[in-house]
């Protein structure tokens, strides 16, 4: 198991013939928590397949928003340093409601639980009680809703948080907006523009490919957009490439 901003793809992807198997992503920024996690996860279940982990949260979002590597379900900390467990949860159900969401804490879960319902996860657990809590939590996001304790705390479904969120994307991009681009950014999609992959375009600029997916979210976060084909598609309408 990699951690510390390394991601571990172990080859089940979205294959639909495993019958019965939960493919879960892992997010921690501490990648100490991070691989406990992920063993404590795979050795609760025999259907539990932990298909990735990161404790990047861009790529942790780039995986959860591509088909061959979106997990069903994606556990992640809420306090990940620069960017707040809620952003990343509110940034994939913008998209989709088709990753369950499971965030957890070590902190008291009424310091995060009004930003995880905000955001459209399905359930806000205490570390101290994953292995009690974490098998049920885990087979109910899988199908996309709380446990009966989440929702008796407000959680929703993914299909509802989802509707909810996937709306507020602005309609319009103001001046400051198009003007909020950094020459990296702007660099990075050019090249995307260019129909140059992920890899390439890191190897190019000498960057990781989590540095690249994190220029994309930080210039989909500037422009009120959610993807990079939404970024693209910005840049193109308003000529800011």
């Not at 080859?11 to 019965?20: R, S």
């Not at 198997?21 to 992920?38: E, H, S, T």
Request: proline share 2%.
């Amino acid at each position: 198991m990699s951690a510390g901003g390394t991601v571990d793809v172990m080859g089940l992807e979205n294959k639909p013939d495993v019958m019965g198997v939960i493919r879960i992503g892992v997010l921690d920024n501490d990648p100490f928590a991070l691989d406990a996690m992920c063993a404590m996860i795979a050795a609760m279940s025999r259907d539990f397949r932990v298909v990735w982990s990161t404790g990047s949260p861009a790529v942790a979002i780039e995986h959860c928003h591509n088909a061959h590597t979106r997990p069903d379900v994606l556990v992640l900390d809420m306090a990940l340093g620069g960017i707040t467990g809620a952003d990343v949860c509110r940034r994939i159900r913008r998209r989709t409601s088709a990753v369950g969401i499971v965030c957890v804490t070590s902190y008291s879960t009424d310091v995060y639980r009004a930003e995880a319902i905000a955001a459209g996860a399905q359930g806000l657990l205490a570390k101290e009680r994953l292995s009690a809590d974490i098998v049920d939590a885990v087979r109910q996001a899988a199908s996309g809703e709380p446990t009966a304790v989440q929702a008796a705390a407000g959680f929703r479904d993914a299909v509802s948080a989802y509707a909810l969120l996937s709306g507020t994307v602005p309609a319009r991009m103001s001046e400051d907006m198009k003007d909020s681009l950094s020459a990296r950014e702007k660099d990075i999609l050019r090249l995307y523009s260019q129909r140059l992959t992920t890899d390439e375009i890191a190897q190019r600029l000498g960057i990781t490919k989590g540095s690249v997916f994190t220029y994309v979210h930080r210039a989909a976060d500037k422009l009120g957009v959610t993807s990079r084909r939404e970024v693209l598609e910005a840049c193109a309408r308003y000529d800011l490439l």
